[in-house]
């Protein structure tokens, strides 16, 4: 019997220790005094920050109690991930994508300055026109989604748009 | 007195157990583990799809609006849930009011939304609510990629079989059919899912987060429908019980002058 308490106490003890630990996984967000978001601000937390979850709120499922560097405080559930998130080395194709289409410009601009139209809306050799009179790229679904890919901004010019409109 | 090889043997079993555990208590908390192969199986299935709505509607050709778009989306992404996706966002060529958002990160606004917005906040609330099904994985859970080759010579088999294409068949499939579900609409317990997490990356994004919901209440006044109704309802619910701040800026003018060229 005392066997089995024992298994159970360090059972748990090892699930409340190490198990329950989050990773801020946006840019930067706060913890808060109470769980709802016009309450006081305990401190700011930057992406990657390491929580120790103390208790799920009661009256909904979206905030936790956790701990950060010995200060408890809430966060909203979407804001942390239990697992590090990836470094900008890790991430996924696009980036990398993005980076050798700029060195590619950045060569091709020292070795010949043809301009590259084949994005360019406005030169009309890019457009038809439909029986309404509008005009449409008649680009291919490939082209529309380099296009697509091809808007890569960094987080301090991301920052900047966001303060340009007094937004944070 | 417990005996040494009791005390081994209750190490031993905890350390068992101990996987177990974890296991239990990262489901409780609804999140879900991501790897790096899934990611990248996810961005090829998003890449399918997103040809397949090109195909389905033309890129607005915008250079102006579409810039503008993107920063204003991964600025939003940037305080979602999975800020390493590279979140990528275009405006198609429609006059009806939808968007929808492709796996790995790649989000679609149609023309007809944006004329029918009043500000950057209400904008903002539209992608926030996209990245948000990406965020849950909506669509690929309904319609979960097939499993992708490993083998060398399975690849070749399946480079031959379609003609120079790597993409199999199972997977083409699975995208035509992801392309009908979206253009059907998610169910409304996705959409619920959604919404409220709408609010909250809004409003950490520093948007005023009640701008969704105006948004939603425009566009049911001319397409009224029940699921919307029941989520505007709802939305007002989270509003005022989760006490969102309304001092938060709605951002008009910025709005107004980059939307100026949409016509």
Request: proline share 3%; charged share 25%.
């Amino acid at each position: 019997m005392k066997l089995i308490k024992i298994t159970i106490f360090i059972f748990l003890f090892h699930t409340q220790l190490l198990a329950q630990d989050f990773y801020v996984s946006i840019f930067n967000t706060s913890l808060y005094s109470r769980p709802y978001k016009k309450s006081a601000k305990i401190l700011n937390l930057k992406k990657g920050a390491k929580l120790t979850l103390i208790k799920k709120s009661r009256s909904n499922e979206i905030w936790l109690k956790v701990k950060y560097k010995k200060k408890a405080g809430w966060i909203p559930v979407f804001f942390v991930s239990q697992e590090k998130p990836l470094s900008k080395d890790e991430l996924i194709q696009g980036v990398r994508y993005n980076s050798r289409v700029r060195v590619r410009q950045r060569v091709s601009s020292q070795v010949e300055k043809k301009p590259d139209k084949s994005n360019d809306f406005n030169d009309k050799s890019n457009q038809i026109k439909s029986r309404f009179g509008e005009r449409f790229s008649k680009i291919s679904e490939t082209e529309a989604l380099k296009f697509m890919e091809n808007h890569y901004f960094t987080e301090s010019k991301l920052l900047k748009f966001l303060r340009q409109a007094g937004i944070k | 007195m417990v005996s040494k090889n009791k005390i081994i043997s209750i190490v031993v079993l905890t350390f068992l157990f101990f996987p177990l555990s974890c296991a239990t208590v990262f489901r409780s908390t609804g999140l879900e583990t991501e790897k790096k192969e899934e990611l990248a199986l996810e961005k090829k299935y998003g890449r399918l799809l997103a040809k397949k709505i090109f195909s389905l509607y033309p890129l607005y050709h915008n250079k102006q609006a579409n810039f503008y778009l993107n920063q204003l989306g991964q600025s939003v992404a940037l305080f979602s849930g999975r800020s390493h996706l590279n979140y990528r966002f275009a405006i198609l060529e429609a006059k009806s009011v939808f968007a929808w958002a492709s796996p790995g990160g790649y989000v679609f606004i149609s023309k007809g939304a944006l004329k029918k917005m009043q500000n950057e906040a209400e904008l903002a609330g539209v992608l926030a609510h996209q990245i948000a099904h990406l965020n849950y994985a909506h669509l690929i859970k309904k319609h979960p990629p097939p499993q992708e080759t490993i083998n060398f010579i399975d690849k070749v088999v399946t480079f031959l079989l379609t003609q120079g294409s790597l993409v199999s068949e199972a997977f083409k499939k699975v995208v035509d059919e992801s392309l009908a579900y979206l253009r059907q609409g998610f169910g409304i317990e996705d959409e619920y899912q959604a919404d409220l997490a709408t609010l909250y990356y809004l409003d950490e994004a520093g948007y005023q987060a009640k701008a969704y919901l105006d948004f939603l209440k425009r566009v049911n006044s001319e397409k009224n429908t029940k699921d919307l109704k029941k989520r505007i309802r709802r939305l007002n619910n989270i509003l005022r019980q989760h006490k969102f701040s309304l001092k938060k800026p709605l951002v008009k003018d910025r709005f107004r002058a980059r939307m100026r060229s949409v016509k």
